[in-house]
C-alpha cells in the first residue's frame, strides 16, 4: 500500500506518494534521488546511513519513511551553502578524515549533530558521538582531528 | 531497493486505537523505535500484515516522579533522555549505565524503554539474512522445524540480551500493561519466559505502558556487560546487582543477569541476605549466578567464555557496588 508522505526535506517541503513498507533510505535514495546518504549493511550496524532528523542523529536504514513524516530531515546534500562545502565537509578534506568516502556523509551527519548540540566537544566526546559509525579505512584518528579542526572553527 | 516484507503502516495517537488495531488485526505488529524490529524484518523474520507505531500515542514517552519516591517511566521513553534525566541520573543510576552501553548513540536517538524490554531473542542462526538462512535451512523459531542448536530440542534456545531488563529487576520494578481486558501490573521479572521463540507473557492485543521503578533509597545498584565491540554490541552475558550495606554487614542483595538464558534471569540470592560480607562473597555470589545461567551455542563467542566472563563481571560488579555501599546510610 502507499500513502502520501509529507515532510520537510533538506528545507524543503514536500510530498510523495511512498509504499507503506519503504525505509527511509530508500525513500531519500530512490524517490528524492539522494544518493549521498549511504547503505554499508544490512541493518543498523555501520552508521553509514546517518541522517538527521530534527536537529538529532538517525539511522535511515532502520527507519520507515514514514515514521518521520512531519519531520525536518536533513541528508549531506543538505549541508552545502552556496554551492560551498560546510566547515566540517572542509575539515574532512584538509584533515584527511575521508579516503574512500562511503563512511563519510553519515560521519559527518554524526558530528553534524553533535557540533549543533555541543560546539566545542573534548576528543572523548567526539569519540562517544561517533561510536555507531564504521570506518574501514582512516583508523578513525583523522575524523577525530577533523571534527576537532571543524569545532576550532566554530567556536572562533 | 530494499527488499521488505509488505506490510501496511499505521500512527495511532492514543493506546486505545493501538489496542483496537491489535485486535482487529492478528497479524499485527508493534513497532517504537524500530532498531530492533526493522532490522529483523529486513531479514524476513517476521511478515507482520500491520505495522502499529507507537510513537506518536500521547504521553508515551513520558517520565515522571511519584509522591511516593518512585518514578513511572512511559515505555516511549527514548534511552537517550532516559540517560539524560536528571531524576534518574540522581536516583537511579544503575538505570542510565545499563542505557548508555545499549547500541550506538544514533540507535540510542530512537530506540524505547518499551522496545528494549519487549526486543527479540537472538541467534547467530536466526539472525541472519533470507538467503543465508534458507541456505542452513531455516530453524524452528522462524519457518523450520528444528533447531541447530540443541539439534534434538524441539525450543529455541535463543538469548535474551536486553541491558534494561536486569538493571529494571534489581530495582524491583513493575510493568503496566494494557490490552483488550484492561490494564494489569507485573513485576518486571515476570513479563518474560525462558522460551526462545515465545519469551514474552503478554497475551494477544497487549502493549506495554510503563515501567513503575520503586525508590531505592539505602540500595547501591550497578549494571555491568562484555560485548565483542565496547561502542555497539549486545551483551555477550550482562549482569545487575542492587547491594543494601550496613557497615559490614549485607543486608540485603538482589542480583539479574542477560545475555545467557532466554529470559533475563533473577538469580535467588536469599542465602546472602542478612551475612557478614567477607572476602569470599563476591565469588560464591558469581557461583550463584553461574549456577542459574545457560549458555547455549546461540552466538559465535562459544559459551565457555561466555560462562568465564559472565563470573568475572558479576565478581567485579559486586565488589565495586560494596565498596560504593560504604558511603550510603541505610535507614
Ligand atoms: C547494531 C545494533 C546493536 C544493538 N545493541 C544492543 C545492545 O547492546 N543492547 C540492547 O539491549 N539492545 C541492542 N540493540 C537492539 C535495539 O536497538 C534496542 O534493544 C532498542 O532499545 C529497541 O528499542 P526500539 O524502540 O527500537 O524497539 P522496536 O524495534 O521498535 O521494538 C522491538 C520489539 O518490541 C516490541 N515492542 C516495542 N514496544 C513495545 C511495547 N510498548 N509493548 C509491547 N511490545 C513492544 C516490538 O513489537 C518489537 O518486537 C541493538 C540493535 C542494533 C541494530
Ligand atoms: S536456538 Fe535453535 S531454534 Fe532457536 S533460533 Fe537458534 S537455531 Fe533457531
Ligand atoms: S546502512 Fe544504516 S547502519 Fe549500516
Ligand atoms: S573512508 Fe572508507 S570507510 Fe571510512
Same mark, same amino acid.
Given at each position: 500500500?502507499?500513502?502520501?508522505?509529507?515532510?520537510?526535506?533538506?528545507?524543503?517541503?514536500?510530498?510523495?506518494?511512498?509504499?507503506?513498507?519503504?525505509?527511509?533510505?530508500?525513500?531519500?535514495?530512490?524517490?528524492?534521488?539522494?544518493?549521498?546518504?549511504?547503505?554499508?549493511?544490512?541493518?543498523?550496524?555501520?552508521?553509514?546511513?546517518?541522517?538527521?532528523?530534527?536537529?538529532?542523529?538517525?539511522?535511515?536504514?532502520?527507519?520507515?519513511?514514514?515514521?518521520?513524516?512531519?519531520?525536518?530531515?536533513?541528508?549531506?546534500?543538505?549541508?552545502?551553502?552556496?554551492?560551498?562545502?560546510?566547515?566540517?565537509?572542509?575539515?574532512?578534506?584538509?584533515?584527511?578524515?575521508?579516503?574512500?568516502?562511503?563512511?563519510?556523509?553519515?560521519?559527518?551527519?554524526?558530528?553534524?549533530?553533535?557540533?549543533?548540540?555541543?560546539?566545542?566537544?573534548?576528543?572523548?566526546?567526539?569519540?562517544?558521538?561517533?561510536?555507531?559509525?564504521?570506518?574501514?579505512?582512516?583508523?578513525?584518528?583523522?575524523?577525530?582531528?577533523?571534527?576537532?579542526?571543524?569545532?576550532?572553527?566554530?567556536?572562533? | 531497493?530494499?527488499?521488505?516484507?509488505?506490510?501496511?503502516?499505521?500512527?495511532?495517537?492514543?493506546?486505545?486505537?493501538?489496542?483496537?488495531?491489535?485486535?482487529?488485526?492478528?497479524?499485527?505488529? *508493534?513497532? %517504537?523505535?524500530?532498531?530492533?524490529?526493522? !532490522?529483523?524484518?529486513? &531479514?524476513? #523474520?517476521?511478515?507482520?500484515? =500491520?505495522?502499529? $507505531?507507537?510513537?506518536?500515542?500521547?504521553?508515551?514517552?513520558?517520565?515522571?516522579?511519584?509522591?511516593?519516591?518512585?518514578?513511572?517511566?512511559?515505555?516511549?521513553?527514548?534511552?537517550?533522555?532516559?540517560?539524560?534525566?536528571?531524576?534518574?541520573?540522581?536516583?537511579?543510576?544503575?538505570?542510565?549505565?545499563?542505557?548508555?552501553?545499549?547500541?550506538?548513540?544514533?540507535?540510542?536517538?530512537?530506540?524505547?524503554?518499551?522496545?528494549?524490554?519487549?526486543?527479540?531473542?537472538?541467534?547467530?542462526?536466526?539472525?541472519?539474512?533470507?538467503?543465508?538462512?534458507?541456505?542452513?535451512?531455516?530453524?524452528?523459531?522462524?519457518?523450520?522445524?528444528?533447531?541447530?542448536?540443541?539439534?534434538?530440542?524441539?525450543?529455541?534456545?535463543?538469548?535474551?540480551?536486553?541491558?534494561?531488563?536486569?538493571?529494571?529487576?534489581? *530495582?524491583? %520494578?513493575?510493568?503496566?500493561?494494557?490490552? !483488550?481486558?484492561?490494564? &494489569?501490573? #507485573?513485576?518486571?521479572?515476570? =513479563?518474560?519466559? $525462558?522460551?526462545?521463540?515465545?519469551?514474552?507473557?503478554?497475551?494477544?492485543?497487549?502493549?506495554?505502558?510503563?515501567?513503575?521503578?520503586?525508590?531505592?533509597?539505602?540500595?547501591?545498584?550497578?549494571?555491568?556487560?562484555?560485548?565483542?565491540?565496547?561502542?555497539?554490541?549486545?551483551?555477550?552475558?550482562?549482569?545487575?546487582?542492587?547491594?543494601?550495606?550496613?557497615?559490614?554487614?549485607?543486608?540485603?542483595?538482589?542480583?539479574?543477569?542477560?545475555?545467557?538464558?532466554?529470559?533475563?534471569?533473577?538469580?535467588?540470592?536469599?542465602?546472602?541476605?542478612?551475612?557478614?560480607?567477607?572476602?569470599?562473597?563476591?565469588?560464591?555470589?558469581?557461583?550463584?549466578?553461574?549456577?542459574?545461567?545457560?549458555?547455549?551455542?546461540?552466538?559465535?563467542?562459544?559459551?565457555?567464555?561466555?560462562?568465564?566472563?559472565?563470573?568475572?563481571?558479576?565478581?567485579?560488579?559486586?565488589?565495586?557496588?560494596?565498596?560504593?555501599?560504604?558511603?550510603?546510610?541505610?535507614?
Amino acid at each position: 500500500m502507499k500513502t502520501i508522505l509529507s515532510l520537510t526535506l533538506n528545507r524543503r517541503v514536500r510530498d510523495d506518494l511512498v509504499p507503506d513498507n519503504m525505509l527511509l533510505v530508500d525513500y531519500l535514495r530512490e524517490v528524492a534521488g539522494l544518493t549521498g546518504t549511504k547503505k554499508g549493511c544490512d541493518g543498523g550496524e555501520c552508521g553509514a546511513c546517518t541522517v538527521l532528523v530534527d536537529n538529532r542523529p538517525r539511522l535511515a536504514c532502520v527507519t520507515l519513511a514514514h515514521q518521520v513524516a512531519g519531520r525536518h530531515v536533513e541528508t549531506i546534500e543538505g549541508l552545502a551553502n552556496n554551492g560551498g562545502m560546510s566547515r566540517l565537509q572542509k575539515a574532512f578534506h584538509e584533515k584527511l578524515g575521508t579516503q574512500c568516502g562511503f563512511c563519510t556523509p553519515g560521519m559527518i551527519m554524526a558530528a553534524e549533530a553533535l557540533l549543533r548540540s555541543n560546539p566545542d566537544p573534548s576528543r572523548e566526546e567526539i569519540k562517544a558521538a561517533l561510536a555507531g559509525n564504521l570506518c574501514r579505512c582512516t583508523g578513525y584518528v583523522k575524523i577525530i582531528e577533523s571534527v576537532e579542526d571543524a569545532s576550532r572553527e566554530l567556536a572562533q | 531497493m530494499e527488499l521488505m516484507p509488505s506490510f501496511r503502516f499505521h500512527r495511532p495517537t492514543s493506546l486505545a486505537e493501538a489496542v483496537g488495531a491489535l485486535t482487529l488485526d492478528p497479524h499485527a505488529r *508493534l513497532m %517504537a523505535g524500530g532498531t530492533d524490529l526493522l !532490522p529483523n524484518l529486513r &531479514r524476513f #523474520l517476521a511478515r507482520p500484515g =500491520l505495522l502499529v $507505531d507507537l510513537t506518536a500515542v500521547e504521553g508515551f514517552g513520558s517520565i515522571q516522579k511519584m509522591a511516593d519516591g518512585g518514578m513511572r517511566i512511559g515505555a516511549g521513553l527514548t534511552l537517550d533522555a532516559l540517560i539524560e534525566n536528571d531524576y534518574v541520573a540522581a536516583d537511579w543510576p544503575v538505570l542510565r549505565e545499563a542505557a548508555l552501553t545499549v547500541a550506538g548513540p544514533t540507535h540510542r536517538v530512537a530506540a524505547t524503554v518499551g522496545g528494549n524490554l519487549c526486543q527479540d531473542t537472538r541467534c547467530m542462526f536466526f539472525n541472519q539474512s533470507e538467503w543465508w538462512r534458507a541456505s542452513n535451512g531455516y530453524c524452528l523459531k522462524h519457518d523450520g522445524d528444528r533447531c541447530h542448536v540443541v539439534v534434538k530440542s524441539d525450543r529455541c534456545f535463543a538469548t535474551y540480551r536486553g541491558d534494561l531488563a536486569p538493571a529494571l529487576m534489581v *530495582l524491583d %520494578a513493575e510493568a503496566e500493561v494494557i490490552g !483488550p481486558e484492561g490494564v &494489569r501490573r #507485573l513485576k518486571v521479572a515476570e =513479563l518474560f519466559c $525462558d522460551s526462545g521463540a515465545n519469551h514474552l507473557n503478554l497475551h494477544a492485543g497487549e502493549i506495554l505502558v510503563a515501567v513503575i521503578v520503586p525508590a531505592a533509597e539505602g540500595w547501591c545498584a550497578g549494571y555491568d556487560k562484555v560485548r565483542v565491540r565496547a561502542a555497539i554490541d549486545f551483551p555477550i552475558a550482562g549482569v545487575a546487582a542492587a547491594i543494601c550495606r550496613r557497615g559490614s554487614r549485607l543486608c540485603a542483595l538482589r542480583v539479574a543477569i542477560t545475555g545467557c538464558n532466554s529470559a533475563p534471569v533473577q538469580i535467588s540470592t536469599a542465602e546472602f541476605d542478612k551475612t557478614d560480607w567477607d572476602t569470599a562473597t563476591a565469588e560464591a555470589v558469581a557461583t550463584a549466578v553461574r549456577k542459574s545461567a545457560e549458555f547455549r551455542r546461540t552466538s559465535n563467542v562459544s559459551a565457555k567464555y561466555r560462562r568465564h566472563v559472565l563470573h568475572a563481571i558479576t565478581v567485579r560488579l559486586v565488589e565495586r557496588l560494596w565498596m560504593q555501599g560504604s558511603s550510603l546510610t541505610v535507614r
